[in-house]
Structures are given as C-alpha cells and as structure tokens.
Nanobody, 126 residues
C-alpha cells in the first residue's frame, strides 16, 4: 500500500525559507510523478510544482517560479520542496501527491494523482 508523508512545515517570517519533505512508502519513488499542491482556507487546492519519473523534467506554477524548487532523492524515496523568499500569501496546508505511470497529461490537474499525503501546515508571518 502506497503512502505519502509530508513534514517540514511550520511558522516562518516573511522572506524566510522552509524545506518540505514528502516520503513515499510501499513502492519505489522512480515509478511515480510527484506534485506539490497547497490549499489555503476558503480556497481551492492549487498546483505548485511537479517532477517526472526521471527527475529531470520539472514544472512550476507562476506564483512560485523562481522561489520554490522541487527535488527528488531516490535513495530516501523522498521529494522535497525548497521554499525561499516566503510571503504571507504562501500560508496554506501543503500536500504532496503521486501519480503512477503513465505520465500525467496535465501535471497541474489534481485529479490526475493517485495518492495524497495528509498535508503539512505552513504559516508565513508578515
């Protein structure tokens, strides 16, 4: 049974950094495309970043491009989201999601993903 567990959330001041982790268990990370999403209170879940099986092809949403980086570490079956220059509007619950082969047609479409973590809270103070 595939499970995803996020960690690394917390409270940070605007301009600071956090690194979120997503560990996949029950299978090999290399079989999946991974996406990071977030959901703020009263808002829809939105796509942030995605990485394909190879770990080479990445996608980013415009609000985080240049500030967030998605990284894979196959040895630890983990995917990270390095978040820099955080803003108060980045406050949300952050989720990772996994999609098994074939590759997602639309990497930003949350309905493409097969498995979800429980989420980790990120709060950015002004």
């Amino acid at each position: 049974q595939v499970q995803l567990v996020e960690s690394g959330g917390g409270l940070v001041q605007a301009g600071g950094s956090l690194r979120l982790s997503c560990v996949l268990s029950g299978d090999t990370l290399g079989n999946y495309a991974i996406g990071w999403f977030r959901q703020a209170p009263g808002k829809e879940r939105e796509f942030l970043a995605g990485v394909r099986w190879s770990g080479v092809n990445t996608d980013y949403a415009d609000p985080v491009k240049g500030r967030f980086t998605i990284l894979r570490e196959y040895a630890k079956n983990a995917v990270y989201l390095q978040m820099n220059r955080l803003k108060p509007e980045d406050t949300a619950v952050y989720f990772c999601a996994a999609k098994i082969a074939p590759p997602p047609t639309k990497v930003a479409d949350l309905y493409e993903y097969d498995y979800w973590g429980q989420g980790t809270q990120v709060t950015v103070s002004s």
